[in-house]
Structures are given as C-alpha cells and as structure tokens.
C-alpha cells in the first residue's frame, strides 16, 4: 500500500538548500532533533491545558507541517554532512515516540472522544515504529512500511487537529477516524514484521558471491 513516507524524497530535495544554510550556520542534526521534540511536547502540553477551546487544536496541523520538513532536515545533516552518530540513531527513534504521544494524547480530552481509542493508537503507533527498528536485530533494514507510517500518522492527526478547530468533526467522525487509524495501525506493524522477515529470507536465498 502506498504511504507518504515515499513522497520523501522529493519533499526533501525541496528541503536541500535550507539543509545547506543550517550547516553551514553550525545546526546539528541532533539540535533540530531534539528542537522538534521540545516544541511538540510544547504544542502537546498547550492543546491538553486549554482543550476545551478548540481553536488550540489548530495548532496541531500547523506543527505537524513544520515538525515534518524538521524530521527530513535532521537526517539529511546526519546523512549528507558527516553528522551520524549512535546519539543521534537514539535521540531519533526515541523523541519521534515522545513527540507523537505528545500530539496524540490531547484529543482524548475532547469530549465524548473516546479514551481507549486514543490511547490505542498512541500505543500502537510506538509498537509499529518498534517493529521497524527491530529489523537490524534480525539482519534486516530499518523497516519504514506502511500503511500508517510516521508521515500518514501526522497527516491524519494534522486533518483531525484543523477539523476540530474549525468545527467540522463531531467527536462521534473523530472515534471513527481513530478506529481506522488503529487498524492500519495493526497492518503496519504486522507488515514491517513480514516485510522485515522476507528482506532476511531473500538474503539468506540468495547466491553467495
């Protein structure tokens, strides 16, 4: 199934010249990293406090444009300008869950949405980017399949964030919305496990040199 995640390389040749201005002013890829974590647990932290003004929510889409193009410019640092390091592989994997469950968490104190659903989808969001890092540990790649990967799970949020400040969603479109983000949820999981076991087994399969 197609994902956002494969629209990246385009997004981030756009990102190019930005990347090179950065480097060339001494940002490290670890600063913008941890930078996107500490505004999103800001935006996090502003849409819990004042949720019952839902105009807070549109805060939320707006980041997640921001957070997004951050996300591409720090690994396009590490990767083109000699800045990878295992801080940084940790720092990425590690502020990408924090910051999600930040962004995710508010909308279960909109009322009559419903708590469970939320705390599901935060749940397996976490799980199904833990089944992508495993890969390394079976002899596969870092696994980014989808359906509902990173970029889709913020392009969702971002939708149901400008929903409720504008008025569009009732809370009863917003557990429907969550109850098939969480199913994808599950596919994306189950299908970087698989995909994961399949890059191994065609290794294993293949003619040794």
């Not at 889409?61 to 410019?73: G, H, Q, S, Y």
Request: aromatic share 10%.
């Amino acid at each position: 199934m197609i994902s956002i995640y494969q629209l990246k390389p385009r997004f981030q040749n756009l990102l190019r010249p930005l990347v090179q201005r950065l480097f060339d002013r001494g940002i490290t890829a670890n600063q913008v990293t941890l930078g996107a974590c500490a505004i999103s647990l800001v935006v996090g932290g502003l849409a819990a406090v004042f949720a019952a003004h839902a105009w807070v929510f549109a805060l939320i889409p707006l980041w997640m444009i921001v957070r997004m193009a951050l996300n591409a410019i720090d690994g396009m640092l590490a990767r083109e300008f000699g800045q990878k390091s295992r801080l940084g592989a940790y720092l990425n994997e590690l502020t990408d869950v924090i910051a999600d469950s930040a962004l995710f968490l508010p909308f279960a104190l909109l009322p009559e949405v419903n708590l469970v659903l939320v705390v599901l989808v935060t749940l397996l969001a976490i799980f199904s980017e833990y089944a992508g890092v495993l890969g390394p540990m079976v002899g596969a790649s870092r696994r980014y399949d989808g359906p509902m990967g990173k970029s889709d799970r913020a392009f969702c949020f971002g939708v149901l964030g400008a929903g409720v400040a504008i008025g569009w969603l009732s809370a009863l479109w917003i557990n429907g919305v969550l109850a098939v983000i969480a199913a994808l949820l599950v596919y994306t999981l189950i299908n970087r496990i698989r995909r994961g076991l399949e890059e191994v087994s065609s290794q294993a399969d293949a003619p040794g040199e």
